[in-house]
């Protein structure tokens, strides 16, 4: 192996999202490999990451969050900044941001001479009105010295928009966590969400216009003609960004339909999600934008069936037989495929597939992926600094 890197690790929160879970995960594997990871991360409530993670960490102190979104994002930026010119930025080979708040942070402790560079992984690109928003995450991008991508997607985009070539990083699944064998804390679990004996279809996400949550709240209540017992889970959605008008919407038609046999969880306990998956029938992520889609790994590994949008990223990773395809734009398509996912032999067909995909999946090749671009930026940093 090459000489152990430390790396600097920032993503934007503490909280379960998809970006924080792979920037944690791949501080593990990394230090599994013999690099020294830190993992950092503002930390507005003081109660830590959402679990304990097995490297170094440092949820730092942030201050309190301003009315609006941009306003809180420009303060998370300061905070970052404000953290790394306190404790200082000595001590570590490369920086690696997977955000637009730590991209800009990291920018401007670039601008001001602190480090030499850092690394951005995209895990998607978000389509902002504000005009401030837009250019933080355009900075966040450009100002960076070397790229990562999720998914082809991704890399896709960063080539043709930007003109960038972003080496691809992948995603990963812990077999560990995510597996289909219980581990005693399911019943207490279905008894606390008020779970029936029908059968339970898993969103994850939480309420969001690229979740789709609303489409596929329309196509649960088309299925509940063919399963009237059938009940719909609404898992997760810790997110900085404002999704305040579409879950006004979906509340909305929520209360017109009655709510009968949907579950709205809101964030659950790190603990809690491989237990869902597994009481689940089949994961429902009929979702119009991605990044990679991290949760259709956690689901095949947990032996579910999963509903997919026909969509980039997911084309890119899975084959035609290995997932429940659908069109995310009608929710009679959803309805179509969640109904197929409840089929009899719909397991027998789809679970042993789910099981090699997760398979390909793993978190040590997807930080071996990153080894190449650091340590040659690496040893461009130390040239820099001793130049």
């Known amino acids: 192996m090459a000489r152990s890197l430390r790396i600097a690790m920032l993503t934007h929160s503490t909280n379960p999202r998809g970006g924080v879970v792979h920037a944690m995960s791949l501080c593990e594997a990394l230090a599994a490999l013999g690099h020294r990871p830190v993992l950092f991360a503002p930390d507005a409530g003081g109660a830590g990451f959402f679990r304990a993670p097995a490297c170094e960490a440092v949820a730092f102190k942030a201050g309190p969050a301003p009315a609006g979104m941009t306003a809180m994002v420009e303060q998370r930026i300061a905070d970052y900044v404000a953290h790394f010119e306190s404790e200082g930025t000595e001590g570590f080979d490369l920086f690696h941001a997977h955000d637009g708040i730590s991209g800009n942070?990291?920018?401007?402790?670039?601008?001001?001479?602190?480090?030499?560079?850092?690394?951005?992984?995209?895990?998607?690109?978000?389509?902002?009105?504000?005009p401030r928003l837009a250019a933080l995450q355009e900075r966040a991008i450009r100002a960076a010295d070397g790229?990562?991508?999720?998914?082809?997607?991704?890399?896709?985009?960063?080539?043709?928009?930007?003109?960038?070539a972003a080496a691809l990083s992948g995603n990963?699944?812990?077999?560990?966590?995510?597996?289909?064998?219980?581990?005693?804390?399911?019943?207490?679990?279905?008894v606390r969400l008020g779970l029936?004996?029908?059968?339970?279809?898993?969103?994850?996400?939480?309420?969001?216009?690229?979740?789709n949550t609303l489409r596929i709240l329309e196509a649960f209540l088309q299925l509940r003609a063919l399963h009237p017992k059938a009940e719909l889970v609404i898992a997760g959605g810790a997110s900085l960004l404002d999704h305040g008008a579409y879950q006004e919407e979906f509340a909305a038609r929520l209360a017109q339909a009655g709510g009968h046999g949907i579950h709205v969880t809101g964030p659950l306990a790190d603990a809690d999600m491989p237990r869902l998956y597994r009481l689940a029938d089949a994961l429902v992520f009929?979702?119009?934008?991605?990044?990679?889609?991290?949760?259709?790994l956690e689901a095949m590994a947990s032996g579910l069936p999963v509903v997919v949008s026909r969509i980039a990223p997911f084309t890119g990773y899975l084959a035609d037989d290995e997932a429940i395809w659908c069109d995310p734009q009608r929710p009679a398509a959803i309805a179509d495929?969640?109904?197929?996912?409840?089929?009899?032999?719909?397991?027998?067909?789809f679970v042993p597939r789910g099981f090699d995909v997760a398979a390909r999946h793993d978190w040590a090749r997807v930080a071996q992926a990153h080894l190449p671009l650091y340590i040659r930026f690496a040893e461009i940093a130390r040239r820099s600094l001793h130049a």
């Open 105 to 130: 942070a990291l920018a401007t402790l670039k601008q001001r001479g602190a480090i030499p560079g850092f690394l951005r992984t995209v895990h998607h690109i978000d389509t902002f009105t504000d």
């Open 147 to 164: 790229w990562f991508a999720v998914s082809h997607l991704w890399q896709t985009h960063l080539a043709e928009t930007y003109g960038l």
């Open 172 to 190: 990963g699944v812990d077999l560990a966590r995510f597996r289909p064998q219980p581990d005693g804390g399911e019943g207490a679990l279905r």
């Open 286 to 296: 009929a979702s119009v934008k991605e990044g990679f889609g991290l949760c259709v």
């Open 337 to 349: 495929a969640m109904a197929l996912a409840l089929r009899p032999g719909a397991r027998g067909a």
């Open 196 to 211: 029936g004996d029908g059968p339970v279809l898993l969103a994850v996400g939480g309420i969001e216009a690229r979740k």
